[in-house]
């Protein structure tokens, strides 16, 4: 009996049981469900909300850009050296415009562009929205206003003009044609220059045309910050004179001139020739383009020759200063020879010795008459380590650091693979490649008090308010000699431009001072026959130095020694500073 009673309860709590598992499954798909929905509206209206109203708003409005004015550069008195021209990007809506041919046949009268060109692009591009022209002039805009077309629309753009077309061409750089920093300085400075567009949005209807009495809605662009330079525009026009009639007279392959302020780092002008309009920028020659761009001073490299001397001197000074007893005293009276065999290899003066000139000469006179076997004989005592020491400390064989792309570190042979008979060329300036910013920075340091400045374009960045956003200071390297060392030296090149190879850069009262360099050119390892580097380092006055100025003329036709093709350009330079300055 108790069994019978027993089986229809068993059979009631399954039931139960299973009504529910049932229900919570039923509750558990319903939550399930109900979690996924408010997942998916969370997810539709706070994570891809943001992109589905930049969907709506790009069917419903149609944006004009208006493109920020890009900053100006300008040199350190505030002349503009780089400048906005007013012109226009033109672009069209298919869909708005209600007569296609004439719009063709108007655009291609206006804009100077041919028929067939404009209505392929108007009737076979698959964007809605076709630019037809960029950097269109304003009376050209004025003209197609007049035929009030719909579907036309005009932004303002980018079109960057250059007051003094070819100068600082190497240094400026330019832009594209969409107004971005491409070369040099435009490119360097681009994140400044460059602003920040912004736009008008028109209500349309969904085939982009435009709504009668909608609304517009204006969102301002940033204007870029200009940028001052530490160039001096008057110095510049000076150089860039110079450096013409260099290249003309002399039919060298190029001349190239830096001036900076030894006691800042400051830059005052770069001019290289030959060189190019910069608002004809020949963008249809590549080749041509990145060779008449290029800024040979800071990015390439030559041997400086007998400039390099400066630093031989230098060293020898210093240490015999530090009483290191390998050094010379400047009174130590070297031989009079014209070779000196170094590694079984004969190594000789650019003299012929016949004149008598070579004989009996202290430091002074080494220097005056820049006798290579001199130098030799410095370089050889104070040894390779030494040396070394001073190339490294004046900056040789690493970028300066000055503001620019692309700038070259030189060409040093590492210590350990120095032989002997390399380090006797490399005091007077050969088996060694440096930049002419190199070395126009190592002698600022050697002959300004032994400072070390790190060479800078960048005076400062700031708004057309007047706000100063970023002010460039001089930057203190490292320090490569004592005062009294760079003293000693100083007055020494002095007299080099007084009464030795220097005389073509002595101006009366000006206490001018410098070293010329002539260095021979190589091709494939060899001597390269009659192709030479024609230089000059000098500057004033020598015993507080203002103005510091490289001259490099590579391969001159005819003279070829940097006394008589190199100096005299800087002499005329100089002479052209006093006058400026009041000096």
Known sequence: MKKIKEIPRIKQDFSITVLRKRLFAIVIAVAFLFCFVLGRLFYVQVIWGEDLQEKALDQWTREIPVVAARGRITDLNG????????????????????????????LSDVLSLDYEYVYKRLTETRSGEVTVKKQVKKDKIN???????????????????????ETLAQVLGFTSTDGKGQAGLELYYDKYLKGMDGEILYETDIVGVEIDGGKASYIPAT??????????????????????EAYEIHSAKSAQMLV???????????????????????????????????????????????????????????????????????????????????????????????NGKHSNLNLQGALNNSCNPIFVD?????????????????????????????????????????????????????????????????????????????????????????????????????????????????????????????????????????????????????????????????YFPADDPKYLALVVIDEPKGEYYGSTVAAPYAKQVFEGIIKLKGM
């Not at 050889?380 to 900056?395: E, N, P, R, V």
């Not at 350990?416 to 340091?445: H, M, P, Y």
């Not at 070390?452 to 960048?458: D, E, G, I, Q």
């Open 260 to 354: 900076m302020d030894p006691s800042s780092g400051a830059i005052r002008a770069v001019a290289i020739k030959p060189s190019f309009d910069l608002n004809e920028v020949p963008r249809d020659d590549l080749d041509a383009l990145a060779k008449l761009s290029r800024n040979n001073l800071f990015c390439d490299v030559y041997e400086p020759g007998s400039t390099f001397k400066i630093l031989t001197s230098a060293a020898n000074i210093e240490e015999h200063l530090q009483g290191n007893k390998s050094a010379f005293s400047v009174e130590h009276v070297f031989s009079s020879s014209r070779y000196r065999y170094v590694d079984g290899q004969r190594v000789k003066c650019w003299s012929n010795h016949a």
């Open 79 to 106: 002349v503009v050296l780089a400048d906005n021209d007013d012109t226009y990007t033109v672009f069209v809506r298919k869909k708005a415009v209600k007569d296609m041919g004439k719009l063709c046949e108007t």
């Open 378 to 538: 410095i370089a050889m005592s104070l040894g390779k380590a030494t040396m070394y020491k001073y190339i490294d400390l004046f900056g040789y064989g690493s970028v300066t650091g000055v503001d620019f792309n692309g700038e070259s570190q030189g060409m040093i042979l590492p210590m350990s693979a120095v032989l002997n008979v390399d380090l006797a060329r490399i005091a007077f300036g050969q088996t060694i490649a440096v930049t002419g910013l190199q070395l126009a920075a190592a002698t600022a340091a050697a002959v300004n008090g032994g400072k070390y400045y790190v060479p800078y374009l960048l005076e400062e960045i700031y708004s057309d308010f007047g706000v100063i956003a970023e002010k460039n200071l001089p930057k203190l390297k490292n320090r490569v000699i004592s005062e009294k060392a760079s003293a000693i030296l100083s007055s020494m090149l002095e007299k080099v431009v007084e009464e030795g190879s220097g005389k073509q850069a002595y101006i009366e009262g000006a206490k001018v001072a410098g070293k010329t360099g002539t260095a021979q050119k190589y091709e494939n390892g060899r001597i390269a026959a009659g192709k030479y580097v024609a230089s000059f380092v000098g």
């Open 223 to 244: 204007d870029g910050l200009n940028v001052k330079l530490t160039i001096d525009s008057e110095i510049q026009q000076l150089c860039e004179s110079a450096m013409t």
């Open 143 to 165: 003209a197609l206003l007049s035929y009030n077309f719909d579907g036309v629309y005009y932004s303002r753009d980018n079109s960057r003009t250059y007051p003094y077309n």
